[in-house]
């Protein structure tokens, strides 16, 4: 793998790590204390890390 490829797939693992933390944190009570506004913002914001990754993973494939 290239170097710039490799980079990519760093990207990915670190994103999806990201996500997984912040999609854990829904269950969390500390979640159901804050704003329903942020709540909203935090729920936007794993859909577009989601979507984000779904590209990363769309690169990486077409590695091969």
Do not use: C, W
Request: charge should be negative; proline fraction near 3%; hydrophobic fraction near 35%.
């Amino acid at each position: 793998m290239l170097p710039h490829q490799q980079r990519v797939v760093d990207e990915k693992k670190e994103l999806d790590d990201k996500l997984t933390k912040l999609i854990q944190f829904f269950d969390n009570p500390l979640f159901q204390s804050i704003s329903s506004d942020e709540q909203e913002r935090l729920r936007r914001q794993s859909d577009i890390m989601t979507q984000y990754s779904v590209v990363l993973g769309e690169r990486i494939a077409a590695f091969e």
